[in-house]
């Protein structure tokens, strides 16, 4: 069970950094500072809320999210480990992996030079873990708020033989609408398109959605832009150790099908995730960590 008295009294800095129960029964940490405001949800490691004090959220919450234990989060950033997607042999392990369905433990909270908070939260495995994933292997999340949320999750081999795994870092961006977004930064890379299960090369200098659309860029790096002309903004994706971007909106019909997603809920989102997977597993032997990091923000405006 988590203790927010406990919490408190070992991690909370005053005016900055809090625990409270939101949303039913689920533990937040609460954070604001002189950048930006953020909820962070224990359950999952799920950032539900970056607010940089001279814009809206960043982030999109479907109002219709469950906040229950054993069932995932809709929208923020779900963190998706040890596996993205279907599980590939067993069809009854849960979508997206575990990370998101269990409580991750605090390990520090702290404000560094820059006024920036920093909060660290691990879990490891154990026998819950082990249920679905037999390997060994400690999850730690850092979550850096300021003008930019920078989240990193490091995952290291505690176990005596080497693993793969699969993971990505869900973004949900909200914005005015899909129709009146172009996504920038994917021109001349190849994806893979979920929904026809072929690959494509984007010719387009923008991407404009206008239908459902999962597509996974393979083999880049690079930051891509969210251009929201209505809202009057620019987000800037960045990401490192990650080799996919994964860009995903399920359009009309899907999304009235998806019980956690009010039927126009697809209207006022999409998710541009930092995705390890497909041909880029990560490979980790015995001792070894690897980083995979969502660095998000707005672009600074040029006069
Ligand atoms: O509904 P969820 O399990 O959270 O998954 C939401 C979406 O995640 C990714 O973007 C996948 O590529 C989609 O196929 C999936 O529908």
């Known amino acids: 069970m988590v203790d927010i008295d406990e919490l408190d009294d070992k991690f909370s800095i005053e005016g900055e950094v809090g625990f409270a129960e939101l ?83 605090v390990l520090s909270t702290a404000t560094n030079p820059a006024g920036e908070t920093i909060i660290k939260l691990e879990l490891n495995s154990s026998e819950e873990t082990k249920a679905y994933w037999a390997h060994d292997f400690r999850a730690e999340m850092t979550i850096v708020v300021g003008k930019t949320l920078v989240e990193t999750l490091k995952i290291t081999n505690t176990s005596a033989v080497s693993f793969d795994y699969t993971c990505a870092l869900h973004t949900y961006y909200s914005l005015s609408a899909i129709e009146s977004i172009t996504i920038e930064g994917l021109k001349g890379l190849t994806y893979y398109n979920q929904l026809t299960r072929e690959n494509g090369v984007q010719e387009e200098e923008k991407l404009e959605i206008t239908d459902g659309l999962t597509r996974h860029y393979l083999n880049t790096e690079t930051p891509v832009i969210i251009d929201d002309s209505a809202f009057r903004r620019r987000i800037k994706v960045d990401k490192k150790g990650s080799k996919v971007t994964t860009v995903w909106n399920p359009g009309a019909e899907p999304c009235a099908k998806i019980g956690d997603l009010s039927d126009d809920g697809y209207e006022t989102f999409v998710c541009v995730e930092a995705t390890n997977a497909f041909d880029y597993p990560i490979h980790l032997a015995p001792g070894e960590s690897f980083e995979t990091s969502a660095i998000i923000g707005l672009e600074e405006k040029i006069f």
């Open 23 to 105: 949303e039913e029964d689920l533990v937040f940490i609460t954070v604001s500072n002189k950048y930006a405001d953020a909820d962070i949800c224990l359950y999952g490691a799920h950032i539900t809320s970056f607010r940089p004090h001279n814009s809206m959220d960043l982030l999109w919450m479907s109002p219709d999210s469950c906040f229950e234990v054993g069932k995932a989060i809709r929208g923020g950033i779900p963190v998706c480990f040890p596996w993205f997607g279907p599980h590939k042999t067993d069809e009854e392990k849960p979508q997206h992996g575990f990370a998101r369905l269990m409580y991750w433990d």
